[in-house]
């Protein structure tokens, strides 16, 4: 698949890319997506949840009342689950809720994320980025020269551009990441993909 690369004005330039059809025209895997995602999202889980249990309440440990003789079921501690202020029965406790992920499946994920934006028609290559500072309205501009500054767009840069995500950092919606950190999550999030012309390569080193 052929795609002509647009400069920062959004003007196309006489320079084409070939997307491979290895990557961005198989046929998806949706299961494979499912998967990777559900990875991704678990991964990101802080999994900091605790609640104390009846052995980690500060209380009086007294025999709260005699054992025999009440007409109700005997109490022996005010920290018992079944009262009010005790301790919770099998409560959560911290936990990484990161799974382990094949990682053929991963890039037939990713593959497939990248071939249903191929499809749509909602990938653009872009002329290699260059910002001498980090300045929002600067990079809003190339945005919206594209034409895709008010959607969710994720822009993938061949290499770490401190400048570039700097400038992106404040907009809503817009996403910076490099070729190699690239995932299904973030592909799928976005409506509009904005490949870097230096970053195609990558990309197909990566998944290949």
Known sequence: MD??????????TS????????????????HAIYLDVK???????QGTHKSKERA??????????????TGTARAGSIKSPVFRGGGR????????????LNTKVKRLARKSALSYKAKGGDIIVLKDLEMAEPKTKEFLEV???VGVAYEKVLLVLPEDNKNVYLSS????????????????????????????EGAVEKIENTLN
């Open 169 to 196: 950092r404040n907009i809503t919606g817009a996403n910076v990441v490099t070729a190699d950190s690239l995932n299904t999550y973030d592909i799928l999030n976005a409506n509009k993909l904005v490949i870097a």
């Open 89 to 100: 029965i099998f409560g959560p406790r911290p936990r990484n809720y990161d799974f382990k």
């Open 15 to 30: 320079s084409k890319v070939t997307l491979a059809d290895s990557i961005y025209g198989i046929e998806p895997n949706d």
């Open 3 to 12: 795609i002509k690369v647009v400069d920062t004005k959004g003007k196309e």
């Open 143 to 145: 945005m919206n020269n």
């Open 39 to 45: 990875q991704y999202l678990a991964a990101n889980r």
């Open 56 to 69: 980690e309440i500060v209380g009086s440990t007294r025999k709260i009342k005699k054992q025999k003789g």
